[in-house]
T-cell receptor, first 116, second 114 residues
Framework: EAGVTQFPSHSVIEKGQTVTLRCDPI?????LYWYRRVMGKEIKFLLHFVKESKQDESGMPNNRFLAERTGGTYSTLKVQPAELEDSGVYFC??????????????FGPGTRLTVL | DQQVKQNSPSLSVQEGRISILNCDYTNSMFDYFLWYKKYPAEGPTFLISISSIKDKNEDGRFTVFLNKSAKHLSLHIVPSQPGDSAVYFCAASGLAGSARQLTFGSGTQLTVLP
């Protein structure tokens, strides 16, 4: 079974440009999460989708970040315009939607974003 | 303000000995705790978890202990192997509506020396 995949693995852009990150969750996983790790610090929650609906976007830094999950399958995270402080590793995770406390979140390899 | 803290950024242990990684949390609403392992250029991989109704969970060489009164958990790896060298993240979750977002610590780099 394929795991969570993310594209691209690495993106280098200049300040002010736009970047779109993509996440393909494990097939059948209705929960999809975005997280970010900045400067080797803790991994921080950004937002949570259940199918195509945003359940919680309390971790989104500001309105320069836009996440979508059309059709409830893959998700995109767009940063527009990118700022220097957006640099970091963006992780996507997915899990089943059984409601059980033990629904394990499986993480993708991450996208390393560098804003120059 | 970090709700999950891993105060040791790094730990070195001799192969075959015990590795003990520690984690403290502040939010009393957390009811489920996890450890993830991360190799370079890879995403975190789930290792072991524990519910707040338990104080110990064991899976092979890995044991997690939870002390609710102290808001402290630890991961024991016995015996440690060179392949265990990785960054270990402590994470916690609590039900907030229908979401179960994870709150992570900043990680501990474990190095197991052959």
């Amino acid at each position: 079974e394929a795991g969570v995949t993310q594209f691209p693995s690495h993106s280098v852009i200049e300040k002010g440009q736009t970047v779109t990150l993509r996440c393909d969750p494990i097939s059948g996983h209705d929960n999809l999460y975005w997280y970010r790790r900045v400067m080797g610090k803790e991994i921080k929650f950004l937002l949570h989708f259940v199918k195509e609906s945003k359940q919680d976007e309390s971790g989104m830094p500001n309105n320069r970040f836009l996440a979508e999950r059309t059709g409830g399958t893959y998700s995109t995270l767009k940063v527009q315009p990118a700022e220097l402080e957006d640099s970091g590793v963006y992780f996507c995770a997915s899990s089943l939607l059984t409601g059980a406390i033990t629904d394990t979140q499986y993480f993708g390899p991450g996208t390393r974003l560098t804003v120059l | 303000d970090q709700q999950v803290k891993q105060n040791s950024p790094s730990l070195s242990v001799q192969e075959g000995r015990i590795s003990i990684l520690n984690c403290d949390y502040t939010n009393s609403m957390f009811d489920y705790f996890l450890w993830y392992k991360k190799y370079p250029a890879e995403g975190p991989t789930f290792l072991i978890s524990i519910s707040s109704i338990k104080d110990k969970n064991e899976d092979g060489r890995f044991t997690v202990f939870l002390n609710k009164s102290a808001k402290h958990l630890s991961l024991h790896i016995v015996p440690s192997q060179p392949g265990d060298s990785a960054v270990y993240f402590c994470a916690a979750s609590g039900l907030a509506g229908s979401a179960r977002q994870l709150t992570f610590g900043s990680g501990t780099q474990l190095t197991v020396l052959p």
